[in-house]
């Protein structure tokens, strides 16, 4: 089910009482704020360079849905062109094999994009995308988006740096696939995760840490190898893991493991 903004808004304004004496209209107003502020664009990466006019003539075009932890978004192949904006939360990037076998592009967070493959060339979906925790999206017809392409060139450029951004990971993935052994692929994808986290000294904090069949899946290999590289990993200091944490101590010597073995 979509929700209007408008519907949401009414949905979303209950909150707890105001201390006594304050005025109906304070309280209906301050109710107001705390309905809307969730359900912005401003913080969605391509419109980065965009007034607040323009970003509440795109807000007008989007519809919003919450999604919970697990829940579909876009299926594999389907017909539908649609693009989203995640608002808060994260969601998940993937292809299911026949046999059930999930192999994993990338996690999405708040800011980013997705499904504006379909809207620019009318193809069917690349991927499945499903909610990997509770989150609000945006949604915009593709004719809508078609359109603020040509109206707005500050998003049309932000749109086609994140695309070629896209080709280059693909590109370095397949390569990797093609060149490494497991266990470098696995140093390799640490080494992605943890240039997207929160940097400690000479290492990263991953929180949430990435399941072993997360990391499989991104890397075309099975659980128990990527349990047995972590396990060594772990004896000899370079990562350490916590409940609910993955912590690399040294990204310089997990680095340097990698280009011994790739030359780089």
């Known amino acids: 089910m979509t929700y209007s903004l408008a519907t949401r808004i009414k949905e979303d304004t209950s909150v707890a009482p105001l201390p006594r004496g304050r005025r109906p209209r304070q309280q209906r107003m301050e109710r107001s704020q705390i309905a809307v502020l969730p359900y912005t664009l401003a913080g969605i990466s391509i419109f980065a360079g965009l007034n607040q006019e323009a970003l509440e003539a795109i807000h007008q075009r989007c519809a919003w849905r919450r999604y919970e932890q697990g829940e579909p978004i876009v299926d594999y192949l389907d017909s539908s062109d649609d693009v989203f904006f995640v608002a808060s939360g994260e969601v998940g990037v993937t292809i299911y094999s026949v046999a059930g076998q999930a192999v994993s592009f990338r996690t999405l967070g708040a800011g980013d994009i997705f499904g504006e493959y379909a809207a620019i060339d009318g193809g069917p979906r690349s991927a499945s995308v499903e909610a990997r925790t509770s989150?609000?999206?945006?949604?915009?017809?593709?004719?809508?988006?078609?359109?603020?392409?040509?109206?707005?060139?500050?998003?049309?450029?932000?749109?086609?740096?994140?695309?070629?951004?896209?080709?280059?990971?693909?590109?370095?993935?397949?390569?990797?696939?093609?060149?490494?052994?497991?266990?470098?692929?696995?140093?390799?994808?640490?080494?992605?995760?943890?240039?997207?986290?929160?940097?400690?000294?000479?290492?990263?904090?991953?929180?949430?840490?990435?399941?072993?069949?997360?990391?499989?899946?991104?890397?075309?290999?099975?659980?128990?190898?990527?349990?047995?590289?972590?396990?060594?990993?772990?004896?000899?200091?370079?990562?350490?893991?916590?409940?609910?944490?993955?912590?690399?101590?040294?990204?310089?010597?997990?680095?340097?493991?990698?280009?011994?073995?790739?030359?780089?």
């Open 135 to 264: 989150c609000l999206i945006a949604s915009m017809s593709a004719k809508e988006f078609r359109k603020l392409l040509r109206t707005e060139p500050v998003v049309a450029e932000a749109v086609l740096k994140g695309l070629v951004r896209n080709v280059r990971s693909l590109t370095k993935r397949v390569y990797e696939f093609s060149t490494l052994a497991v266990n470098n692929r696995i140093h390799a994808e640490l080494l992605r995760l943890a240039s997207l986290a929160p940097r400690e000294g000479k290492g990263a904090r991953l929180s949430p840490a990435p399941t072993h069949a997360e990391i499989a899946s991104r890397i075309s290999t099975h659980r128990e190898a990527v349990t047995r590289e972590l396990n060594r990993l772990s004896r000899i200091g370079i990562i350490e893991r916590t409940s609910g944490t993955l912590i690399v101590r040294d990204l310089d010597r997990l680095a340097a493991m990698l280009h011994e073995m790739t030359g780089e």
